[in-house]
């Protein structure tokens, strides 16, 4: 499935390198504890939690139903949701094939990178050729975008929530969203 075969599982090498950069990366986080994390920070932490999760995946051989997630360039079999909170910052919750769950906390100042896609180091995809998708899960509307981390967007379906999306020829295009979740139209 788009080049990466999903029932394939880490090569020792693979996690040993991993293992390798981890510990580099903790031998030199000795610093004062900052009040914040990093969006660069936030990301690693995730992408040492999902390369466990879906190496335990492989191992029973579950297949994640067409959905990735990217961490700088490398393809993890998970799927994440991003929920808005109203001082500007957000809380993405992944979810790893075999159903671990990991939250990250996304700061006010990363957030809008994560919401329009120039924040490259973390990006969700799923097998479709829309350019969006609007999916009601658990009682919740979730707007997927390709190559951005998908938003939970019941709480602003109230007063609409604005979004861009480039169609079939790159063409960027806005749409609001509004309604509820039963009943949402696209404007």
Request: proline share 4%; with cysteine; glycine share 10%.
């Amino acid at each position: 499935m788009n080049g990466y075969d999903q029932s394939a599982g880490f090569t020792e090498a693979e996690k040993l390198a991993l293992t390798a950069r981890l510990t580099r990366a903790a031998g030199t986080a000795r610093r004062p504890v900052l009040k914040h994390v990093t969006r660069r920070a936030a990301v690693l932490c995730a992408a040492a939690m999902l390369m466990v999760a879906a190496a335990g995946a492989a191992a029973v051989g579950y297949i994640w139903q067409g959905r990735s997630l990217t961490i700088e360039g490398q393809r993890v079999n998970a799927d994440a949701l991003m929920t808005l909170h109203g001082d500007g910052s957000a809380t993405v919750i992944v979810t790893g094939a075999n159903g671990e769950h990991t939250s990250i906390e996304v700061p006010p100042a990363t957030v809008p990178g994560w919401l329009d896609g120039t924040a490259g180091d973390f990006t969700a995809s799923y097998d479709s050729e829309e350019p969006y998708l609007l999916e009601p899960q658990n009682g919740r509307l979730v707007l997927r975008i390709q190559n951005r981390v998908p938003l939970d967007v019941t709480d602003l379906l109230g007063e609409g929530y604005t979004f861009t999306y480039a169609d079939g020829d790159g063409t960027q295009k806005t749409a609001t969203v509004k309604g509820t979740v039963e009943n949402y139209a696209v404007e």
